[in-house]
């Protein structure tokens, strides 16, 4: 009998502790879907943040380490430096990347090293309980926002894959979503580039993926989504943000 779908043999077969609805389950199939597309299993080393993807290491079934918070294209850049065959990648979120670990991806980018980042934007802080994060939107309520975030007091969120893709060091960097099929489609063939661009010593890419939070966004799955397409997508539009590696997507 044809085999039409099963687990990717990068993903170990454990439930998972993610909140119902929340995305961070479909973006862990891709990158496995990947991983064992590209054969890379066997050399593949991971990284995970602090946040809601802190227990990445019990899900993946490559060599994983655990960083400190915001310090995950640190100890990758210590990985891949002294095993430049290895494939690694950092699997973090908006708190960890864009808030405490603000220096570390910025001087990973402007080194150019050879490391991918896959990096979960739901603009918000899920673990700790739903503060306002970096990428907050304007005027979003959370814990620490009860009347929305106002730009005047918290300044603006900020476009991490623009602002990485003014780095020369870069050179691969797109902002995707899971929040239907098609765009899963194109959230998969975005982390391939990003790892093809690493395995072919092009230098440092990043996948932004935009993600859902119901729990700390207080709504259900489906309004969930809704609220993405509606609310973070025209501010974090789509699209490849930075091309240099000379491929056809």
């Excluded at 765009?183 to 859902?212: R, W």
Aim: proline letters at 6%; charged letters at 20%.
């Amino acid at each position: 009998m044809a085999v039409i779908f099963q687990r990717p043999k990068a993903l170990l077969d454990v439930p998972t502790h993610y909140c119902p609805g929340c995305t961070h389950g479909i973006i862990h199939r891709l990158v496995a879907e990947v991983i064992d597309e590209l054969e890379i299993l066997d050399i593949t080393i991971g990284v995970a943040p602090v946040g809601c993807s802190v227990l990445a290491y019990d899900y993946f079934a490559c060599d994983m380490f655990q960083a400190a918070h915001g310090r995950a294209p640190a100890v990758a850049t210590g990985i891949k430096r002294g095993n430049p065959d290895s494939v690694v990648f950092t699997y973090q979120g908006d708190g960890d990347l864009a808030a405490i670990g603000t220096a570390e991806i910025v001087h990973a980018a402007v080194r150019g090293e050879k490391i991918t980042t896959v990096f979960i934007n739901n603009c918000i802080y899920g673990m700790t309980g739903g503060q306002m994060a970096p990428t907050t939107l304007p005027g979003q309520v959370t814990e620490t926002t009860p009347y929305g975030r106002d730009t005047e007091c918290a300044g603006y969120p900020i476009r991490i894959s623009e602002m990485i893709s003014t780095l020369t060091g870069a050179c691969y960097v797109e902002r995707v979503s899971v929040d239907s099929v098609p765009n899963i489609i194109k959230a998969k063939k975005a982390i391939k580039k990003a790892f093809k661009a690493q395995i072919d010593g092009k230098g440092f890419s990043l996948v932004e993926v935009l993600s859902t939070c119901p729990t700390n966004w207080g709504l259900s799955p489906k309004e969930a989504m809704e609220w993405l397409c509606k609310n973070m997508m025209p501010y974090y539009s789509l699209g490849v943000k930075k091309d240099t590696t000379g491929e056809v997507k």
